[in-house]
């Protein structure tokens, strides 16, 4: 089922078209990476999904319902959440109180009091900042402000759940918990739509995967397809470029996007 | 028709020159500077009452004043920036942050200068007469001295662009307007630009504030602060960082107000603030930026 | 503009100054019966300038939006009083005048706090002039007089209402702080971005805390005008009552409750001393003060006492 539709979404700033006819389709449950190379348009896209720009033209369709034009608050507490690019916690505040402020005005659900509390906990828990809950946002390291973004975004009670670069600024071993979270967040109902640069996560965790290049998309499917796809291999690596034949699921050695 | 229409034009021309000058002045401060001055009004407030003094104690006409007020507000404009907003620049942790604290500063040097004029020249309103006497511009009929006032501030509008188009510390003004790191690696001595700009930004606002005295406008202390609002009006109307747009702006500005005043004296700062909600909602950018 | 937090307040920082507050607020009550007139008045007037620096920080403080427009809402409850308060009891006219002045600030913040901060301040400056001139305009036009004249109420009366709004304010800052909404607020403060993706209607917080914190400058400005025999619009609009309370919430600093009521007492005493000594000059001197906080302590008196312990604490650590 999809959950999430755009058709014909289109963003010009000025005289720079960030955005340029792109179609995109998430199925409910998967996991979507969002690729392409830097100024691609990939985080104009996820504002345009999440409400914080307006798109020139297009429609965005969550759950069936017609959601294009909404306020980022109003798409947040129909379900959609994301995280950014530039990890946007607050510095004063205490983890617990990122996510009970989620938990406080994102998708609205009757909650006891009690319920509201275990499920901040059971947040925590998830994401495994428990042992910090008093922790101020600025006193953590960069791999637990990311997991503090995302308890928060999870606290809003989404169905879907856009994270942009996630793996940013983080060491291998980061990038295996990292990798890890992602598929447990989706185990946990959530569909994803991702983006990212680190290319062994893309293809490890993604179901199927969209290429953007210069706000257009050039390409659709699944990790391996990807990977052989000449105009894609061509926008990251230069036209004479080729994929390496025999090794169709894995990008040629050495070559860390 | 045609002289009533010719009328309300010209009128609002006489208004909008003055409203020009001072938009750039302002306009400098903010675009370039980065300055949110809002003691300009003062400044304005300042060259009104120095003409005055001249005029009254020492027989100087206005005209010849601004031959010292010129230099002079400059001069003290120049000072100000160095003392307190070139120490605020290092200072400040960011842009934003020294956009609040810039601000703040120039409100309490609104507070300053205005408790100074106060002091100085006390509360009851002041004026004097200059070129009163009536002249015929295409049937319709003006005071001489705001005819006078037209020519100056087109002069001078006009002037302050050829040199910013012209000179090389112009061209440094404007690069520094667009881009103040990469002005500064080019050779641009970045904190002298500023300071000029803010100079220059305190003489406009004197040479307005003379200008405006000069026909016969009610002088008093807390005469600045409205002026204050009809230049971030007109730079919001002009498009900030556009000095053309600005000194096209402050005539539309003008005209409006003249407008409005014929019709219902005392309701065109109304007007002026509507135009400033209607203008900020709609389109912030401004109006005349491309 | 924001101060850097000290350490969060233990429970025992905590009690210790809800009691100090339980303490003045007794003193404040018996105070009539033991004091002068004149320190009545002068004590009313302090309150006045706290609740006016204590409102601006309930706004200003969390979100960083730095509004001019006190006087706006100071004023509007001055006229509120002097058309009202020969037909009205006193509190009612109060809350009527906080009453205008909330829908008013809410009229403005929903209008204009979209927008950035410094088009929001420089629309909030230009609401001072723009309100003077229109209640002008009004009173030359419609009613024919520029000034009014006021049927005064007596100190006592006047003090206990101050004293009233002053409580008023502290237990909805303090109740603010502490509710879903404050989070709100203060998330907003840090990143309006990731509070409005989190589910926060951005500008609906800022809107009403806006207009809240007007309501409370209203009220206290419709309680001064029965201090004053006569009002004009330049007296009950006047600039410095836009200007007093930023200096006052700065100098103290903006982190926590209490410090923009350490800044207000300071200032207003200062006031006081300084009329009887400079009645022409003190203006000027306050204005100077700005300046010379602005340029060296940005932070407040609350940054200052910070940065001193920091350095005591970092001489100590060198020593061992």
Not at chain 3, 76 to 103: C, E, M, Q, R, W
Request: charge should be positive; proline fraction near 4%.
């Amino acid at each position: 089922m999809t959950i999430l539709e755009a058709k014909g979404l289109n963003k010009r700033f000025g005289g720079l078209v960030a955005t340029w006819g792109v179609d995109l389709d998430v199925q409910e449950g998967e996991i979507l990476g969002l690729i392409g190379p830097n100024g691609a348009g990939k985080t104009t896209l996820f504002n345009l999904l999440s409400g914080a720009l307006r798109v020139d033209s297009g429609v965005i369709r969550f759950k069936g319902q017609d959601i294009t034009g909404l306020k980022p608050h109003q798409i947040a507490r129909r379900g959609i959440a994301r995280t950014f690019q530039s990890v946007k916690i607050f510095s004063k505040i205490s983890v617990l109180d990122h996510v009970r402020l989620g938990c406080f005005f994102g998708k609205p659900e009757p909650r006891t009091g009690t319920g509201a509390d275990g499920a901040i906990d059971e947040i925590l828990e998830f994401v495994g900042l428990s042992s910090m809950r008093d922790t101020r946002g600025a006193d953590l390291i960069l791999a637990n402000q990311k997991r503090l973004e995302i308890a928060r975004a999870l606290g809003t009670r989404p169905e879907l759940l856009l994270l942009d670069e996630l793996m940013a600024g983080l060491n291998p071993s980061e990038v295996a918990e990292a990798m890890a979270l992602v598929k447990r967040i989706r185990d946990r109902g959530v569909t994803l739509l991702v983006i990212e640069h680190v290319m062994k996560a893309i293809m490890n965790i993604c179901d199927r995967i969209v290429v953007l290049h210069h706000g257009e998309k050039i390409a659709e499917g699944k990790p391996e397809e990807i990977a052989g796809n000449q105009k894609v291999i061509e926008v990251y690596f230069g036209e004479t470029a080729t994929a390496v034949p025999d090794q169709p699921g894995r990008l040629p050695p050495g070559r860390q996007v | 028709m045609v002289v009533k229409f010719l009328d309300i034009a010209i009128g609002g021309l006489l208004t909008g020159g003055i409203y020009a000058l001072i938009a750039v002045g302002f306009g400098l401060q903010y675009g370039v500077a980065r300055v949110l001055n809002i003691a300009h009004g003062e400044f304005i407030m300042l060259g009104a009452y120095c003409t005055w003094t001249l005029f009254t104690s020492a027989g100087v006409t206005p005209l010849v004043s601004m031959l010292f007020c010129a230099p002079f507000f400059f001069a003290v404009g120049f000072v100000i920036h160095r003392i307190f907003y070139t120490p605020l620049r290092t200072a400040s942790e960011s842009a934003a942050a020294f956009e609040g604290n810039s601000m703040l500063a120039s409100f309490g040097l609104l507070f300053v200068v205005q408790n100074l004029a106060l002091i100085i020249w006390g509360s009851p309103v002041k004026g004097y007469t200059y070129l009163a006497f009536p002249i015929h511009v295409l049937g319709a009929v003006f005071s001489t001295n705001r005819i006078v006032t037209l020519i100056a501030s087109i002069i001078l509008g006009s002037a302050f662009y050829v040199f910013l188009v012209s000179t090389r510390t112009g061209k440094a003004i404007r690069a520094a307007a667009q881009d103040p790191v990469a002005a500064e690696l080019m050779g641009v001595r970045i904190n002298r630009v500023l300071a000029l700009c803010f100079g220059f930004g305190v003489m406009m606002a004197a040479l307005g504030g003379l200008l405006l005295s000069m026909t016969s406008v009610m002088l008093s202390p807390v005469m600045g602060m409205q002026y204050t609002l009809i230049a971030i009006i007109v730079v919001v109307l002009g498009g900030l960082g556009n000095i053309k747009g600005s000194f096209i702006g402050g005539f539309i500005l003008g005209l409006v107000g003249y407008v409005v005043s014929s019709l219902q004296p005392g309701l065109s700062m109304v007007a002026y603030y509507l135009i400033f909600l209607f203008l900020l909602l709609v389109r912030p950018t401004g109006l005349l930026t491309k | 503009m924001r101060n850097p937090v000290s350490m969060r307040k233990t429970p025992s920082r905590k009690r210790r100054s809800f009691i100090a507050l339980i303490v003045l607020l007794a003193l404040l009550a018996t105070v009539p019966g033991y004091v002068s007139s004149y320190t009545v008045i002068l004590i009313t007037n302090i309150l006045m300038y706290v609740v006016l620096a204590l409102s601006w920080s309930i706004f200003s403080g969390p979100t960083g939006y730095i509004s001019l427009a006190s006087a706006a809402f100071f004023g509007t409850g001055v006229y509120a009083s002097a058309l009202l308060s020969s037909d009205l009891p006193l509190p009612v006219v109060i809350v009527i005048g906080g009453i205008g002045s909330f829908v008013l600030a809410f009229f403005v913040g929903a209008l204009t706090l979209r927008l950035k901060g410094m088009y929001f301040t420089m629309f909030t400056f230009g609401l001072v002039e723009l309100v003077r001139n229109s209640v002008h305009w009004w009173e030359v036009n419609m009613t024919g007089t520029v000034g009014r004249l006021i049927i005064s109420a007596d100190n006592m009366t006047i003090f206990y209402c101050m004293v009233g709004i002053f409580v008023a304010v502290l237990v909805v800052s303090y109740l603010i702080k502490r509710s879903r909404f404050g989070l709100a607020l203060e998330s907003i403060g840090e990143s309006e971005e990731a509070a409005a993706h989190s589910g926060v209607n951005v500008t609906m917080v800022k809107s009403v805390t806006f207009a809240v914190s007007a309501f409370f400058m209203g009220a206290a400005g419709a309680t001064m005008c029965m201090r004053w025999t006569y009002i004009d619009p330049t007296t009950a609009f006047s600039i410095q009552y836009s200007f007093m309370p930023v200096l006052m919430a700065i100098f103290g600093g903006m982190g926590h409750l209490y410090a923009p009521i350490t800044g207000a007492t300071v200032f207003s005493i200062l006031e006081e001393l300084l009329t009887t000594k400079f009645p022409y000059y003190y203006m000027l001197i306050f204005g100077l003060i700005m300046l010379a906080v602005i340029l060296f302590m940005p932070h407040g008196l609350e940054g200052v006492i910070e940065k001193g312990r920091k350095k005591a604490m970092r001489r100590s650590a060198v020593g061992t």
